[in-house]
């Protein structure tokens, strides 16, 4: 089948037909919009068959299906990706460019869906890439947001957020399916009712409601025919509002209806690790679990008679706190829509929900208010009133006459329910992204949990896949690693372990600069385009990318070059190598101090790139609108991966990974999954630096932290400080970055992440890459060995161990002859 529509030939007819039903065009006058949208028609005609016959051999065999609930699919764009998993991204790309088209140009024309914020939604997009590769029935479940992530725009140094219309053409790889819609209520009240057996039900009655209407996109596999589903769900009101209900009385309960809808997907709260607590977004969280459990149930019941037997054939991951309402409503379903008796239901639920845990940040802790909860979900609210009585009852039993456990673990506690402790109670499995996080929940966060429950907790390390990383980013460095070992690391990626033969030759570690350097002027030409900067090539690629958090620590990167660029001026023939340092991260729109440090960051590039008496020794670049498309580019053509985050609170970290499958060598602390990539790679091959994870959690409990002593006795550090607030980076206005030094210094919890302490230390590893460097025989040797042992963070292999760990999915053959 696919032989044929990528035979070069047929798929030129047929991207030409196209063009001439869809817009009565041909080559010569169409734009390359309609272009795109004419190869993805090309394109589904054979995904539709594959898709069918995969649904086709799920019906018949059942395999158990994981249905991943997230808010959150950071997707990135799907025609070069399709392309590739169908193994027929240079026939197209040939086919292309006879016609005398770029296919660049082309998969350029597709919008970057952002329906995520950052590293939980990717990785819920990698996982999807990885089930299907692997050949499990899975089905993502989420949000059809109108408009992601914002467009970001600097203006004067300053972040500009700019509505994303990711819809504005039609996305063509997107399946309405208005006849799979199911009803989701909100609000009213509870009523009893008796029905004639003389058996007791909860109706809930005056309630608003909306359609949750699915469209499905598709999963394609790695060439195994396999194509897993996306559902994201849109909402619709009920009923086209009409004058006439005005006259039948409910014209306001229509008005609601069609408000209510309208407003539900309009937007994704732009938060990474931080929660808002509006109601809008608990109307989100309830509207698309509801949606999906629905069917989830539905599908079941159509091949099952007995409800009991669901957990043999369902799983419900729960992508973080953000659908953990999951648990009360799949209960909900079960008691009310099923009659079932109460401890059926939990014994089913309680084997169906599992739960992962993406950050130990208190501010992204999700609690709800009573009051919110009760209003728009009376029903679920009881239930979980519920859960809560019999689970409090538990902790008595178990801890008698200890208030102290139960002010502490209760569900319901303080007018606010504690999402994760609902996720806890019920799921079966409950787990970290990375060893560390995983242990700081058991010994800290989630103490409590663990003593009552040991057997729950496991760890997941997180992982990234190397088809789109690698084998979509980076073609070069993919092509050179399948000349030395072969192509079978597109679904096995241990075998880059291979690699480290080659680490030592000095023919391949000359290729690979070669091909570091290309992805190199890869990046400054987008770089010239899209900054207007000049950047050398020869230089250090020194990066940093993800999201503006503090912890992240931005600020501690660009008070380095600061102090850099002081110690250049004042010794101008310091032995520096050229360094460009590449920031790329968007802010909260309500983070003012994330914003502060971008502007700070581009008034900073602003100074130094215009100095001409440092000889461009170092510039800085703030790369605008950081996305999945441009990412991809730039881990390409990185050399030092910047992971500086403040040990122990990165949860795992994601990017961190992609780096170092392209080659970079990480400059980081033991944070997260860095400490996994250390024990991979080896002290050699990475620069550590900085305060432990115990240690800071240390300072933490006893309060003994000061960064006074270090702005007192380290005048260099004084300095860049002091620079903060005299003008040198805002001469036009010396408060500006005000905030942030009192922030460092003065606010109650100065220098909450430990900058100052830290500080020291990371310049001494900056100072390390600059002499490793200059050793290009040791770096490529190094950054060699940086591929060499990415293997382990294959998605691939996490994925195999939720399988192993906690589904327990069944494999699926998809045969392709009758398709
Ligand atoms: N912000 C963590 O902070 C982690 C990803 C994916 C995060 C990252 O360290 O790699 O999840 N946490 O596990 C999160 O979103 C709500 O918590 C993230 O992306």
Redesign the pocket.
């Known amino acids: 089948m696919r032989d044929n529509v990528f035979n070069k030939k047929v798929f030129i007819k047929s991207v030409k037909e196209n063009l001439m039903t869809q817009y009565r065009k041909d080559l010569s006058t169409a734009s390359n919009q309609e272009i795109f949208q004419a190869v993805c028609i090309s394109v589904k005609d054979v995904i539709m068959d594959e898709w069918l016959a995969t649904q086709q051999t799920f019906a018949r065999e059942q395999p158990k299906t994981v249905y991943y609930l997230s808010m959150e699919f950071l997707m990135g764009r799907a025609l070069g990706n399709i392309l590739l998993n169908l193994s027929a991204y240079d026939e197209v790309a040939e086919a292309l460019q006879e016609l005398g088209l770029d296919i660049n140009a082309i998969e350029d024309e597709e919008p970057d869906p952002a329906l995520g914020?950052?590293?939980?939604g990717r990785?819920a997009a990698c996982f999807l890439d990885s089930l299907a590769t692997l050949g499990y029935a899975a089905c993502g479940c989420g949000i059809r947001y109108r408009y992601g992530m914002f467009k970001q725009q600097i203006i004067d140094g300053f972040q500009i957020e700019v509505p994303d219309n990711w819809l504005e053409h039609g996305y063509p790889f997107e399946l309405r399916r208005p006849e799979y819609r199911y009803e989701v209520k909100f609000g009213g009240h509870v009523e009893q009712e008796v029905d004639e057996n003389g058996k007791l039900s909860f109706v809930q009655k005056d309630y608003r409601s909306v359609w949750a209407i699915p469209h499905d996109m598709p999963i394609v596999g790695y060439k195994n025919n396999l194509i897993d589903t996306l559902i994201i769900w849109d909402a619709e009101a009920k009923e086209v509002f009409s004058l006439d209900s005005f006259d039948k009385g409910d014209y306001q309960k229509a008005v609601e209806e069609e408000m209510l809808a309208r407003n539900l997907v309009d937007v994704l709260y732009p938060n990474?690790?931080h929660v808002a607590g509006k109601e809008l977004r608990l109307k989100q969280q309830y509207f698309f679990v509801s949606a999906s459990i629905q069917r989830a149930i539905e599908r079941f019941k159509q091949k099952n008679d007995n409800l009991m037997d669901m957990p043999k054939k369902i799983v419900f991951q729960m992508n973080?706190t953000h659908p953990t309402v999951a648990v009360a409503e799949l209960m909900r379903i079960l008691l009310d829509d099923e009659h079932l008796e109460w401890d059926e239901a939990w014994e089913i639920t309680t084997h169906c929900v599992a739960y992962t845990n993406?950050?130990i940040?208190a501010e992204?802790l999700e609690k709800w208010p009573i009051e919110i909860f009760e209003r728009l979900l009376p029903r679920v609210y009881q239930i979980i009133d519920e859960i809560n009585r019999r689970f409090v009852l538990e902790v008595q039993a178990r801890y008698p006459g200890n208030d102290e456990k139960i002010r502490k673990m209760a569900i319901l506690y303080d007018g606010q329910v504690r999402m994760a402790h609902l996720a806890i109670v019920a799921g079966y499995s409950i787990n970290g992204?990375a060893k560390l996080h995983t242990e700081i929940l058991k010994k800290q966060e989630l103490r409590d949990f663990y003593e009552m429950f040991p057997d729950k907790f496991n760890n997941k390390t997180?992982g990234i896949t190397q088809r789109r990383f690698l084998g979509h980013g980076n073609r070069l460095l993919a092509k050179w690693v399948t000349d030395k070992v072969g192509d079978k690391w597109y679904t096995d990626l241990s075998v880059l372990k291979e690699l480290t033969d080659y680490a030592d030759n000095p023919k391949a570690q000359e290729e690979f600069m070669e091909i570091k350097h290309k992805n190199k002027v890869r990046l400054a030409k987008y770089i010239k385009e899209h900054n207007g900067i000049d950047v050398d090539t020869n230089s250090i690629f020194d990066v940093q990318v993800k999201?503006l958090h503090e912890y992240k620590r931005q600020l501690l990167n660009i008070l380095h070059v600061m102090y850099l660029y002081n110690v250049i001026k004042e010794n101008p023939d310091v032995d520096i190598y050229p360094r460009t340092f590449i920031f790329g991260a968007k802010a909260a729109a309500g983070y003012e101090t994330a914003k502060k440090t971008i502007k700070l960051i581009n008034n900073v590039a602003e100074v130094i790139n215009n100095d001409s008496s440092i000889n461009g020794k170092i510039k800085v670049v703030f790369i605008e609108d950081y996305k999945v498309s441009n990412a991809e580019m730039i881990f390409a053509a990185a050399d030092v991966s910047e992971q500086i985050s403040t040990a122990s609170k990165?949860?795992?970290?994601?990017g961190n990974m992609k780096f170092m499958l392209n080659g970079a060598i990480t400059l980081g602390t033991l944070d997260?999954a860095n400490v996994e990539m250390y024990d991979e790679v080896g002290a050699d091959n990475i620069f550590i630096f900085g305060m432990s994870a115990d240690e800071v959690i240390e300072h933490e409990k006893r309060h003994d932290y000061n960064p006074i002593d270090y702005y007192n006795n380290d005048p260099q550090i004084k300095k860049v400080l002091n620079q903060l607030i005299d003008g040198t980076y805002s001469a036009n206005d010396r408060e500006l970055f005000r905030t942030l030094y009192n922030a460092l210094l003065h606010d109650k919890e100065a220098d909450k992440y430990f900058i100052l302490a830290d500080f020291r230390s990371y310049a001494k590893a900056q100072q390390k890459v600059n002499r490793y460097y200059q050793d290009k025989n040791s770096w490529a040797k190094s950054a060699i060995l940086n591929v060499a042992n990415a293997g382990k963070f294959s998605s691939d292999r996490t994925i195999q161990e939720y399988v192993d760990d906690i589904w327990h999915l069944d494999k699926v053959k998809i045969d392709n002859t009758g398709a």
């Open positions: 914020n950052g590293g939980l990785l990474d690790n973080d993406h950050t940040m992204a992204v997180n999201r990165e949860a795992s970290g994601t997260g």
